[in-house]
């Protein structure tokens, strides 16, 4: 037997509520109003514990380490950190080709007096990587979002302060690498080149840490990016040019020892007459003059007295960021 058939449902009446979407849905016992609806808005599922502060610190140096060198943004923003250290490195490579082919019994250039040589490319590198890590964070506004989380201004400093120094880092001893390859290839003393790679890489630390903090202080003083760029190359240069020249004018009348006091006056020849004195390079004073012990001592703790100084800085900056 063939089933009936059905009587033909009827239209909805007018006045009738239409039945839920597919975003929503009805609680149960709810009446033709919609009352008691339950809205899907997007919230994420449970995918585990929070993982804390500590992780939330390391994925801020990471992303702040990966945006010093344009690793994770546009195409633009890799142009010129790549750019810089293709010129870090070059003439590095031209240092180990030369070295290689002529057989020299030595590396032409100590590995920390390489360092301080290429001050300029460093300088411009940290001028436009230490805006870029702090100074947009503070235009946007997005640091109140950073400390509604577990992190806090400390955690942010730090990492800011250490993925900075890292990418310093990165971007100077990659070319004493490659001078030590060389200078292996080129069959040199191993002992004696693995001694002054060593006290290139120290070099080199001392050099990035110091840089990071006063590149990071000037940075987040402003949150004008261009600001900051300037703030920074002015920073780095005008002193280290003025030192020079003071330098210069009382080494011609043979105050060598004022020559080092001045040193005293700007990062660059704080770095180069500590890396001289304590690292095996050879300074940029006029004359070659070194330092005595006394005033080796008085640069040591001057740099540690400017990076705790920066880090105090930076930690006052942020105690009111957002607020």
């Known amino acids: 037997m063939s089933p009936e058939p059905q009587a033909p449902r009827s239209a909805p009446e007018s006045g009738t509520a239409p039945a839920p979407s597919a975003l929503t849905k009805q609680a149960p016992g709810a009446g033709a109003r919609g009352e008691n609806v339950i809205h899907n808005i997007g919230y994420r599922n449970y995918d585990g514990p929070r993982l804390g502060r500590s992780y939330a610190r390391a994925s801020l140096f990471e992303q702040s380490l990966r945006g010093a060198y344009g690793l994770g943004r546009s195409a633009k923003s890799k142009v010129l950190p790549m750019i810089l250290f293709a010129v870090m490195c070059v003439p590095a490579a031209i240092v180990v080709a030369v070295t290689v082919f002529t057989k020299a019994k030595e590396m032409p250039i100590e590995y920390s007096s390489y360092v301080i040589q ?91 840490v110091l840089h990071a903090g006063i590149g990071l202080a000037a940075a987040a003083a402003t949150p004008r990016r261009g600001f900051g760029v300037a703030a920074i190359i002015a920073v780095l240069t005008i002193p280290y040019m003025l030192i020079s020249a003071l330098q210069a004018i009382v080494s011609s009348q043979d105050e060598t020892s004022a020559v080092g006091w001045l040193g005293l006056g700007s990062p660059g020849s704080l770095i180069d007459g500590l890396q001289s004195k304590l690292l095996g390079g050879r300074n940029a004073f006029p004359m070659g003059v070194e330092l005595t012990n006394a005033q080796a001592s008085v640069y040591v703790a001057l740099v540690a007295l400017l990076i705790a100084c920066t880090y105090a800085l930076l930690l006052r900056r942020y105690r009111k960021a957002g607020l």
């Open 118 to 208: 290429m001050q300029p490319v460093i300088g411009i590198y940290i001028a436009a990587m230490a805006p870029q890590a702090v100074s947009l964070d503070l235009r946007f506004r997005v640091v109140p979002l950073y400390f509604s989380r577990p992190i806090r201004r400390g955690d942010y400093v730090a990492a800011k302060y250490a993925a900075l120094s890292a990418a310093i880092f990165v971007f100077t001893a990659t070319s004493v690498v490659i001078l030590y390859v060389g200078a292996l290839l080129a069959k040199l003393d191993f002992g004696d080149q693995t001694k002054d790679f060593a006290l290139g890489l120290v070099c080199c630390l001392v050099f990035s």
